[in-house]
């Protein structure tokens, strides 16, 4: 099995560990190509086996030198899949800050990968969401680096079973009780075990058409809530850029905001934000409604400071001068 571990080497690696097949597999590899690493896990406490998975991680770390990282939890009520995402990234991004990680690990597969591309294609998706599942994610402080991502869950069987390592079977996948384990059972896996060399390959040939497209999400000025990127005249990656923003900020955009937004090309959306396409940027800032003097709305208007953004500006005192040296340089 040949991984590309370069991202990782002389790195501070964290990786999330829950004992099951994939993570188990990605230890003893990383072992393998000398990847300095240490582990944080999880326990939810809602499986008997829970506490064995636990005891078997603390028994790796102790053996292989790692330091671990346990967090105990007990999820009840509803929701429990998204929870327990939640409170595991939490904890994760909590030990990354307190220790300065520089990388966080994580054992998803090619099988997980399929299994989020049909899931997104049955709900109606275009390329960037069909191809959620990332092999690097640039965060603010740290990456997240998937290494598996090209591996199947079957390879990863055999490499544990080859090498006579341990590893747990979380029983909750083989329960229909999640969308995504219906894929699981119904299609990928089958799929896989005759396709997996053309479906990791279509998603390579995918991702570079992704990549062609030069979608730039990276705003090119950030101050306080005042967002501004580059207009990348097309509608299409025009509303994507603002939805990924906008869904950061805990704000989801109906059909109906998406089409207002691209027709008006200055709105509010929900009294609350407002988002300007002009000539050469995409706005987006919260909504404010100020009195400004003669001189700023002059020199707005002269740079083309969109009007639906400027009284934000001028309440919250944001240098106009830095934003026009900045955006034009
Ligand atoms: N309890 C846990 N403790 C630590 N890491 C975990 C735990 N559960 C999962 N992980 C990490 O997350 C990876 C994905 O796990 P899983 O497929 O169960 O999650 P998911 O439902 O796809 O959620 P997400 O994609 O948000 O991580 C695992 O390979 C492992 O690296």
Redesign the pocket.
Known sequence: MQLNLSELTSKKNL????A?V??TALFFLLLKDEIKFDI?????NLREESKEELEYAKSLAKKYDKQIFIKEVTLTGSNI?KNA?DI?YNFFEEIITENDYDNLI???QLN?KLEWFLMQLSKGAGLVELLGLQEYIDKENYKIIRPLLHTSKQKLEEFLKENSIKYFVDKSNFEDKYRRNYFRHEFSNRFLSEFENGVSKSFDFLQKDLKSLNINYTPIFKEKSLTIFKNLHDENLNIKVIDKHLKKEGFLLSKAQRDEILKQQQTVISNQVSVCISDEFIWICPYVIKTMNKKFKEFCRINKIPKLARAYIFNRKIDEKEIVKTIYS
């Open positions: 990786l999330a560990f829950s099951g994939d993570s944080a896990i999880v326990n939810y899949e995402r595991r994580t054992a998803h997980d």
